[in-house]
């Protein structure tokens, strides 16, 4: 099979990815092969590349995959030869581990990431187990799929860590994959949201997805938030947004690394009058199986900018510049 292989952590612009020929995997007892259809790009592979975050390496990047069933291990039965299915970044979980036990799987030591522990789907094929794949609601197309199982899924769980509440008002840093499927789950909510990017069309495309007030990382919105969520790779984010913060409002940082460290905070102008700050790792599958459901109710739709799978590397340059409106999906076996 074809796939893209990082063999060294390097800047993007360097192009690290490489178009390269692999044996096709095999799939394992309780193991499923997915042909790829599609896979969407996103922030954590800008970490991988540049390592921020370790993948094994070689690795095939790409926690965004949506395919057929090609082939069942011996022991596979939840799925049909045919079937289309998505993986999202959990690849697998210990299963047994106390954080696993009481539903946290993304919390175990164990985790594995698809596409930074495991190959993923930056490749003709891949194989997962079957307990770890989801079937793809009708009403989405391929592409429009992709971006639901990280931006979408992950968002849906800062979301649900925001504790955000009907007609409160949620701030949203940075406008990209993940914050332009937030918006339209909180607006189905019934939340006002205010959201600060800079780019002129992230804005324009926050003002059409409903946001009621846009605008600069700087500027004042209109009220206080009560619940904010930092999508972006900076570490000033950080302070700016707990200024903005209602009395006991929370913050949550929705990226796996910050690009630059993160200001010493004021105490009092920062974190005083119970503001909390919370950090969000990895989801587990029930995350990404409550996210899809609700995703075809709502109905979500993504905005995507389409890549071929040779074209990676200039897709996630133009991640990194901020040049990607909605989310980036690479198109592998259309
Ligand atoms: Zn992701
Ligand atoms: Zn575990």
């Known amino acids: 099979m074809k796939a893209m292989v990082l063999r060294e952590t390097l800047p993007v612009e360097q192009e690290p990815l490489r178009m390269e ?11 499923i092969l997915v ?47 045919g079937d289309r299915v ?28 698809t596409g930074c522990h495991v190959n993923g789907g930056y490749a003709q094929y891949m194989v997962i187990s079957e307990d770890y794949a989801y079937l793809i609601p009708e009403r989405f197309s391929d592409s429009h799929a992709a971006p639901l199982l990280c931006a979408g899924a992950i968002g849906y769980r800062d979301l649900m ?47 059409r997805l409903g946001a009621s007030w846009v605008g600069g990382p700087q500027d004042q919105p209109p009220q206080k938030l009560h619940c904010a969520i930092d999508f972006t790779p900076v570490g000033e984010t950080v302070p700016n947004a707990l200024e903005l913060l209602e009395k006991g409002g929370r913050l949550v940082m929705a990226v796996i690394r910050k690009r630059n ?4 905070l004021d105490y009092s102008k920062h974190l005083w009058d119970e503001k909390e700050i919370k950090s969000v790792a990895n989801i587990t599958r029930k ?17 995507v900018q389409k890549f071929e799978l040779a074209e990676a590397n200039q897709a996630l340059i133009l991640l990194k510049q901020g040049k990607i409106q909605g989310s980036g999906v690479l198109v592998i076996n259309p």
Do not use: M
């Open 261 to 264: 460290p993160i200001p010493p």
């Open 21 to 31: 020929g692999l044996p096709d995997p095999v799939p394992g007892p309780q193991e």
């Open 161 to 207: 860590l925001s504790g955000v509440k009907k007609s409160q008002t949620l701030g949203l840093f940075g406008f990209g994959a993940s914050a332009h499927i937030v918006i339209q789950v909180a607006k189905y909510w019934g939340c006002e949201v205010f959201v600060f990017t800079r780019g002129e069309e992230h804005q324009t495309l926050a003002r």
């Open 35 to 81: 042909r790829v259809s599609v896979c969407g790009i996103c922030h954590t592979e800008l970490d991988e590349i540049e390592g921020r975050l370790q993948p094994k390496l070689p690795v095939v990047l790409g926690h965004q995959v949506v395919g057929k069933v090609a082939a069942l291990g011996p022991e596979a039965k939840r799925f049909h030869l």
């Open 287 to 303: 995350d990404a199986e409550a996210f899809l459901s609700l995703a075809a109710e709502i109905p979500i739709v993504p905005e």
């Open 86 to 113: 998505g993986i999202a970044w959990i690849y697998s979980a210990c299963g047994k581990c106390r954080f696993c036990q009481r539903g946290d799987e993304n919390l175990c030591s164990d985790f594995k990431g």
